[in-house]
């Protein structure tokens, strides 16, 4: 599958240097966006006339920048918007996009990126050491953002040994096509099998664009005081997938396979941020994400090394 990032754009009231624009059809890397290490394989980002490439039409791969030399104060709030082309592939397709903001403390040669595949680049998973051990998630992550074309992004992997934690306690209308939300590292040393970095990461927020608007569990999102997730129903977008489908890059939004997205955190009195997220495809607007509140404290169900264990995570933000 290949998968294309045009261009993004950001806003922030008062950090240095925003309003920002950072073009990806130059066919060069641009000074701030930095080509990080990633986990397990190699990084396959790839800068053309046409836009960032992530990946080609190859198994096993992913690809990613960090635009580490942008930083932001936490306390304004953010909006940022970015086209982006998924197309091509096998039957099966491939796994998504996720974009991400990161602790702007972090030295940028010290920056990673997540486990690939299912991970998008954002999380971590516990593996076997016949199969090359554990392979970190993103370093100083508080929030991933995941365009899930395959659906498991938000799911408890588990495939042979390798394991990683997510959605368990209650389904969700449509395994594919998720715009899905991921919370903050897990920074606790808990035990020699799960150290620092192998844990956190919770499934915040999930929605099936591509579900029946009437269905009862279009979209799953966290109790952050019990840990559990709740289904509901969420009618207030139309049908559509991630992927444009094709095999070209649409030019403009009289194409219906254009697509376009809208991310907005805006800070909440009570600390945290209340995030809304919009996609355009061809030239209708909708809110997929409304307002969704990300506190400064969590419960969740940590269920990869552990059974169903509660536990409370520090979700303060970071500066950016």
């Known amino acids: 599958m290949s998968i294309f990032s045009q261009h993004i754009t950001a806003q922030n009231q008062q950090g240095t240097g925003y309003p920002y624009f950072v073009n990806f059809t130059q066919g060069l890397q641009p000074q701030e966006a930095y080509k990080v290490a990633t986990s397990g394989v190699q990084n396959d980002a ?156 919770p499934l915040l927020y999930s929605t099936a664009t591509n579900a029946s608007p009437s269905s009862s569990n279009r979209s799953v999102y966290l109790n952050t005081q019990t840990g559990k997730h709740i289904a509901t129903q969420n009618s207030t977008f139309s049908q559509f997938t991630m992927e444009n489908g094709g095999n070209t890059i649409p030019q403009n939004d009289s194409d219906a396979r254009f697509r376009k997205v809208y991310v907005t955190l805006v800070p909440n009195p009570a600390g945290g941020y209340n995030i809304t997220l919009e996609i355009q495809h061809g030239n209708v607007k909708e809110k997929v994400i409304d307002n969704y509140y990300y506190p400064t404290s969590l419960k969740y169900t940590e269920n990869a090394m552990q059974n169903n264990q509660v536990r409370t995570l520090d979700t303060s933000p970071f500066h950016f």
């Open 46 to 201: 790839t800068f053309t006339t046409e836009g960032l490439r992530l990946t080609r039409n190859v198994t096993n791969i992913s690809g990613g920048v960090i635009l580490a030399d942008k930083k932001f104060t936490s306390d304004q709030g953010i909006k940022f918007e970015f086209e982006y082309v998924i197309y091509g592939g096998n039957t099966n397709g491939g796994d998504g996009i996720s974009i991400f903001l990161v602790d702007g403390s972090i030295p940028k040669d010290q920056l990673n990126l997540g486990y690939f595949g299912g991970g998008l680049g954002y999380t971590f998973v516990m593996r076997n050491p016949r199969q090359g051990g554990n392979l970190e998630g993103l370093r100083g992550a508080y929030l991933g953002i995941g365009l899930d074309e395959f659906g498991n992004f938000k799911t408890r992997f588990r495939q042979g040994d390798r394991t990683r934690n997510g959605l368990t306690d209650v389904s969700i209308a449509d395994g594919r096509n998720n715009v899905t939300l991921r919370g903050k590292r897990g920074n606790q040393y808990l035990s020699s099998s799960e150290p620092a970095g192998y844990n956190g990461y």
